[in-house]
T-cell receptor, first 117, second 109 residues
Framework: GAVVSQHPSWVICKSGTSVKIECRSL??????MFWYRQFPKQSLMLMAT?????????EQGVEKDKFLINHASLTLSTLTVTSAHPEDSSFYIC?????????????FGPGTRLTVL | GEDVEQSLFLSVREGDSSVINCTYT??????LYWYKQEPGAGLQLLTY?????DMKQDQRLTVLLNKKDKHLSLRIADTQTGDSAIYFC?????????FGTGTRLQVFP
């Protein structure tokens, strides 16, 4: 149980295009999902907290107009990188917290590698 | 602010014990975690410890917490080649997880 999937697993796009990444909790419901970004050989940096049915909360320094987050259901959150540029190339990882749990554990997706040419 | 520091690299011989260390700054953290990340993959929760505990053991894994010094360690007994990965400690901060810098564990035969 507690499986989180991400789609796509990798994507290559041209500079200026938008890319949507999906994060799904497959066997549980998640009121809260988190989006992280990881540069090569670095740690995970929290970008935003996504709450079902409400606006996402962005961390300081993260442009909300560039990284659009939608959490339309209890099992799906999407991150759209708008007008992508090469510096947006990174590994994007989502996590989800089970609605039934005590909030102790976040279950992580396998990540999406974005390369912007 | 919250900073979580780890040594970058650890190399051990197969069969030996590995000890990965972590220091954190937020004394109000309720839980502290250890995650494992294999190349190109997401994070796998290995274990966690409640802040009022000093030690937790789970099979080959032993977590030690020194709350006074804000020091957390993960000991892996009988380290195997399959344990080669990056290990992240993390502290809970309000509603979020703050991750350490990660320690790359390399196990050689």
């Amino acid at each position: 149980g507690a499986v989180v999937s991400q789609h796509p697993s990798w994507v290559i796009c041209k500079s200026g295009t938008s890319v949507k990444i999906e994060c799904r909790s497959l066997d549980f419901q998640a009121t809260t999902m988190f989006w992280y970004r990881q540069f090569p050989k670095q740690s995970l940096m929290l970008m935003a907290t996504s709450n079902e049915g409400s606006k996402a909360t962005y961390e300081q320094g993260v442009e909300k107009d560039k990284f659009l987050i939608n959490h339309a259901s209890l099992t799906l959150s999407t991150l759209t990188v708008t007008s992508a540029h090469p510096e947006d190339s990174s590994f994007y990882i989502c996590s989800a917290r089970d609605i039934r749990g005590q909030g102790i554990e976040q279950f992580f997706g396998p990540g999406t590698r974005l390369t912007v040419l | 602010g919250e900073d979580v520091e780890q040594s970058l690299f650890l190399s051990v011989r197969e069969g030996d014990s590995s000890v990965i260390n972590c220091t954190y700054t937020d004394s109000s953290s309720t839980y502290l975690y250890w995650y494992k990340q294999e190349p190109g993959a997401g994070l796998q929760l290995l274990t966690y410890i409640f802040s009022n505990m000093d030690m937790k053991q789970d099979q080959r894994l032993t977590v030690l917490l020194n709350k006074k010094d804000k020091h957390l360690s993960l000991r892996i007994a009988d380290t195997q080649t399959g344990d080669s990965a990056i290990y992240f400690c993390a502290e809970s901060y309000t509603d979020k997880l703050i991750f350490g810098t990660g320690t790359r564990l390399q196990v050689f035969p």
